[in-house]
């Protein structure tokens, strides 16, 4: 049931460029009732938030599928992560664009993203205790909270570049991942130097190459 209400929530928004608004009739024109309807969602707009956490969770259960994805390292999990999210995205483009397109306040975007904010940072903190877990001395870790943080707005970054990206199959946006992600484990590691200048020449090219 929940697959049905995903799929017709993102069909009438795309058929309507406009999201639905009323549970009774988005519940009439899928013919259900209003009683299943709320057996697993509180609003509509909680319809739109586990959209996009249902894209987080495909892309996890996509790569934990792939030999050897257990014993990789941290940044080749987060790669592999990106790659394979921004595959499933590309599945979704249409409705992507229209859910967060540039004309919507910034906390109304924020807001359709939250779900998938509070998995994806599970998941990062994950990846973060392992890397720690790593390092010889405690001095050296890095603490969780801020860096999943910092993490989450990379991937907001990166959702950005990847909508507005107009490159073939995508390739620029398979730069911007390959570069944040080493310039992000470079600063964990603290070696952040080369890749840091690296990364800034890359988004200043871009800045006026997609202006």
Not at 23 to 31: A, N, S
Not at 49 to 55: D, P, R, S, W
Not at 115 to 123: A, L, M, N, T, V
Not at 183 to 196: G, H, L, Q, R
Request: aromatic share 16%.
């Amino acid at each position: 049931m929940r697959d049905k209400i995903y799929e017709a929530y993102t069909k009438i928004s795309l058929e309507k460029e406009k999201a639905p608004t009323s549970v009774y009739r988005f519940c009439k024109k899928i013919e259900i009732e209003e009683s299943e309807f709320y057996k697993h969602f509180s609003s509509l707009e909680h319809v739109a938030n586990e959209i996009f956490c249902q894209f987080f969770k495909n892309a996890i259960d996509l790569i934990q599928k792939e030999k050897g994805y257990a014993s990789k390292m941290p940044q080749e999990k987060l790669l592999s992560f990106y790659y394979t999210f921004f595959e499933v995205m590309l599945l979704n483009r249409t409705y992507v664009l229209f859910a967060l397109h540039s004309g919507k306040n910034p906390m109304e975007k924020m807001a359709t993203l939250k779900s998938f904010r509070s998995e994806f940072k599970k998941f990062v903190t994950v990846l973060i205790q392992d890397g720690n877990a790593l390092k010889q001395s405690k001095l050296s870790q890095h603490p969780e909270g801020i860096f999943s943080e910092a993490a989450w707005l990379q991937l907001v970054f990166l959702l950005k570049f990847w909508m507005e990206d107009t490159s073939e199959n995508f390739e620029k946006t398979d730069m911007a991942i390959e570069k944040s992600v080493r310039t992000a484990f470079d600063i964990f590691d603290n070696t952040p130097f080369d890749s840091v200048i690296d990364f800034g020449k890359f988004l200043w090219k871009e800045k006026f190459n997609m202006a």
